[in-house]
T-cell receptor, first 119, second 114 residues
Framework: AQKITQTQPGMFVQEKEAVTLDCTYD???????LFWYKQPSSGEMIFLIY??????QNATEGRYSLNFQKARKSANLVISASQLGDSAMYFC????????????????FGQGTILTVHP | SAVISQKPSRDICQRGTSLTIQCQVD?????MFWYRQQPGQSLTLIAT?????????ESGFVIDKFPISRPNLTFSTLTVSNMSPEDSSIYLC???????????FGPGTRLTVL
């Protein structure tokens, strides 16, 4: 069974500073994908970044980067130069292939971290 | 990236009634997924919807309570049947872009059951 753990219920950061949101995962499958989503108060789920288990480099997307430490089974999200609009709930999620070896989009989510950016 | 729309965006319903949520994608996709997010909770997969076959339900979810239709490759519906206040949640549909290793969600349907 797959499990995602986000140990930080809430985080605070000053505007323009960087913040790291923690995520650890557990799976016995060697092939998996890790996702981060942002959920503002409107409820929509905004895709931020993806890291594959075989990717050699850490994923980056603009101000978002993923600190992927495979041996430690962690996939922390780093947001640089925080903005007030970054205040939201952030979810880490994992996807593993099904028995047929192709990924069918079933995501297992962590409990989320509420990020608050102070001016 | 896929553009997903959902209807309705929100609704307030009475106990014992049913609500059908629509999900429309701007491109053809093999599978569509329905998730539920209860208040203050994370997302949980309800079922996977394939075109031309019955949906596959996750443990704890049954077809009688959450019937799903998938008439073509761009559209799906989820019905929440015989609603109770415990069904008050955000319901989201999702599609996978395997080529780009992305997975997208619709804007969600915020359901309140009185």
């Amino acid at each position: 069974a797959q499990k995602i753990t986000q140990t930080q219920p809430g985080m605070f950061v000053q505007e323009k500073e960087a913040v790291t949101l923690d995520c650890t995962y557990d799976t016995s499958d060697p092939s998996y994908g890790l996702f981060w989503y942002k959920q503002p108060s409107s409820g929509e789920m905004i895709f931020l970044i993806y890291q594959g288990s075989y990717d050699q480099q850490n994923a980056t997307e603009g101000r978002y980067s993923l600190n992927f430490q495979k041996a430690r089974k962690s996939a922390n999200l780093v947001i640089s130069a925080s903005q007030l609009g970054d205040s939201a709930m952030y979810f880490c999620a994992m996807r593993v292939p099904n028995a047929g070896g192709t990924s069918y989009g079933k995501l297992t989510f962590g409990q989320g971290t509420i990020l608050t950016v102070h001016p | 990236s896929a553009v997903i729309s959902q209807k309705p965006s929100r609704d307030i319903c009475q106990r014992g009634t049913s609500l059908t949520i629509q999900c429309q994608v701007d491109s053809q996709v093999t599978m569509m997924f329905w998730y539920r997010q209860q208040p203050g909770q994370s997302l949980t997969l309800i079922a996977t919807a394939n075109q031309g076959s019955e949906a596959t339900y996750e443990s704890g979810f049954v077809i009688d309570k959450f019937p799903i239709s998938r008439p073509n490759l761009t559209f799906s519906t989820l019905t929440v049947s015989n609603m109770s206040p415990e069904d008050s949640s955000i319901y989201l549909c999702s599609v996978e872009d395997a080529l780009h290793n992305e997975q997208f969600f619709g804007p969600g349907t915020r359901l309140t059951v009185l």
